[in-house]
């Protein structure tokens, strides 16, 4: 039997770690590939190296320039609002997933951005005009189902006693407030500390700014940056962490949450997003106001060492949903169904 053909937009290779939205993918790949003959469609690594022009519009321009090849497919499914915004004006049928539930111009790099968010309003509206179908990975949109974070990997789940340390993991951007994490991580007793350093996973432009503040703090030598791992990587770091720690003012539903809990890792986070979906006080973990008090967030600390066993195991059932297989199998079904109608 012939597979039908799935072109999937990216932005990046799924060979990449940095966000949420390459590791999403990757992990759905290997059921993807069973079931459709799948093409990436991907901004090719030379274009990245173009630092003096917003990297979505590079993207905007690729994809028109590739909408020929975007004919030949059967489905197209879209990570990126640039990438379902393109193939909304052609005659394939589309899949969008949302991995934001706030304009991407809010927490843009470049200072002009805030002046282009009525451009992405007006994008987002045409995507959900013309897309077959979509998704949320953050908080349900009237009509529009959740998906969960697929997870998919070998990991083996490390014994509660050999894990150390507490680790941030994702985009080093203003947004995500590490410099309130390190802040906070300054502020624990001298015990915990020597016990646990603070490890800090990813690349930004917040980078420089969060080292020199990192090294201003008490036992600053136990703060460490990995810089950008490769996800496999990543999630090998995570697994022999004791607590996964975030603070965001902004979020969807972040993959490296999903990664800790199924490595039996607590997470504390501020309630932003989705998160509060599957993070519960006092479980898996603790979620916080995005304005906390650091003793708050220091006592969430003490409370999951106090009581480790109990919050791993919480953190490791609450997992459960994040099965790459459970989430490739409804896609796969929703998109076949979906080709058939067209």
Do not use: C
């Not at 070998?154 to 050999?162: E, Q």
């Not at 409370?303 to 796969?332: G, H, P, Q």
Request: glycine share 6%.
């Amino acid at each position: 039997m012939v597979k039908r053909k799935l072109a999937i937009i990216n932005s990046s290779s799924i060979l990449k770690s940095y966000g949420g939205v390459a590791p999403f993918i990757k992990n759905l790949d290997p059921f993807l590939q069973e079931a459709f003959d799948v093409t990436y469609i991907l901004l090719p690594d030379y274009l990245y190296k173009i630092n003096f022009i917003p990297r979505r519009l590079i993207f905007v321009l690729y994809l028109i320039g590739k909408r020929a090849q975007l004919k030949k497919f059967d489905m197209i499914l879209s990570h990126v609002p640039e990438g379902s915004y393109v193939v909304s004006y052609g005659h394939v049928p589309f899949v969008h997933i949302f991995h934001g539930n706030f304009n991407p111009m809010s927490q843009s790099r470049y200072w002009y951005g805030k002046y282009f968010t009525s451009v992405f309003e007006s994008m987002e509206k045409r995507i959900i005009k013309k897309a077959s179908l979509m998704y949320t990975v953050g908080v349900e949109r009237p009509g529009i189902p959740k998906i969960f974070n697929p997870i998919h990997h070998d990991v083996r789940i490390k014994d509660n006693d050999s894990r150390s340390g507490f680790i941030f993991s994702g985009r080093l951007e203003k947004i995500k407030n590490i410099d309130r994490i390190i802040k906070v991580y300054g502020k624990l007793s001298p015990s915990i500390q020597q016990a646990n350093s603070l490890y800090i996973a990813g690349m930004g432009t917040q980078e420089a700014f969060l080292k020199e503040f990192a090294a201003s703090i008490p036992l600053s030598g136990k703060v460490i940056f990995l810089g950008n791992l490769k996800n496999e990587d990543l999630i090998e770091s995570d697994s022999s962490k004791r607590i996964l720690v975030m603070a965001s003012s902004q979020e969807g539903f972040p993959m490296a949450i999903a990664e800790a809990l199924s490595l039996g890792v607590p997470v504390i986070s501020t309630a932003t997003g989705d998160i509060s979906r599957i993070l519960k006080n006092d479980e898996n973990g603790f979620l916080l106001p995005i304005d906390f008090d650091d003793e708050e967030y220091i006592s969430s600390i003490e409370r999951i060492l106090k009581e480790y066993t109990r919050f791993s195991k919480n953190a490791l059932i609450s997992s459960a949903v994040f099965d790459a297989a459970s989430v490739a199998r409804s896609l796969i079904h929703d998109i076949n169904k979906a080709i058939s109608k067209n």
